[in-house]
């Protein structure tokens, strides 16, 4: 088990940039989850996925942002024309089945700096 | 989203039990209450979780209430390495398993 995987795991652009962070979730886990974290505070829902189907978006997700799970294994989240205010750790996230008893595991997060 | 309330900090000494409060007065039949921590740069880790029955596994003892209006995160011995951000989270069938995560408790351990 390797755990979910994040890459880039740091990022600098320019303003204006688009950026594309990758997630390769725990193997057999149909569930990924997106979430942003600023500092101080805790993680922002942004959007999920089961197999490779978006099943809800965060209105935190303008139209800037598109993620995607093509065959329903790693996932892509993509920032276009990017701002300073998109400065943030991008957090992936997968597990197993639905259900509230199921347990979430976190990738170590990628980091983005917009200058 | 059923709501959570954690007290912004606490602090600890090292070696000694620490106990991390959460209230959850609209939590729902169906809820589930999960525990995470984070570390400083660190993505969020699992700690426990439960529904009714209160929790013991290798990191930590989760104390439920008997109306399920609140819960308390058990540390037995803390260390150094338990300096993180503790999150008390509810979930719900409907929510496709997403967690919420509000602001969470900061414990500090000293030595």
């Known amino acids: 088990d390797t755990g979910v995987s994040q890459d880039p795991r740091h990022k600098i652009t320019k303003r204006g940039q688009n950026v594309t962070f990758r997630c390769d979730p725990i193997?057999?886990?149909?569930?990924l989850y997106w979430y942003r974290q600023t500092l101080g505070q805790g993680p922002e829902f942004l959007t999920y996925?089961?197999?490779?189907?978006?099943?809800?978006k965060s209105r935190l997700l303008s139209d800037r942002f598109s993620a995607e799970r093509p065959k329903g294994s790693f996932s892509t989240l993509e920032i276009q024309r990017t701002e300073q205010g998109d400065s943030a750790m991008y957090l992936c996230?997968?597990?197993?089945?639905?259900?509230?008893?199921?347990?979430?595991?976190f990738g170590e997060g990628s980091w983005l700096t917009v200058v | 989203d059923a709501k959570t309330t954690q007290p912004n900090s606490m602090e600890s000494n090292e070696e000694e039990p620490v106990h991390l409060p959460c209230n959850h007065s609209?939590?729902?039949?169906?809820?589930?209450i999960h525990w995470y921590r984070q570390l400083p740069s660190q993505g969020p880790e699992y700690v426990i979780h439960?529904?009714?029955s209160n929790v013991n596994n290798r990191m930590a003892s989760l104390a439920i209430a008997e109306d399920r209006k609140s819960s308390t995160l058990i540390l037995h011995r803390a260390t150094l390495r338990d300096a993180a951000v503790y999150y008390c989270?509810?979930?719900?069938?409907?929510?496709?398993?997403?967690?919420?995560f509000g602001q969470g408790t900061e414990l500090s351990v000293k030595p």
């Open positions: 996230a997968s597990s197993f089945t639905a259900g509230s008893g199921n347990t979430i595991y």
């Open positions: 193997s057999e886990h149909n569930r």
């Open positions: 996925f089961q197999n490779e189907a978006q099943l809800e």
């Open positions: 609209t939590i729902s039949g169906t809820d589930y």
């Open positions: 439960g529904l009714t």
């Open positions: 989270i509810l979930i719900r069938d409907n929510q496709g398993g997403k967690l919420i």
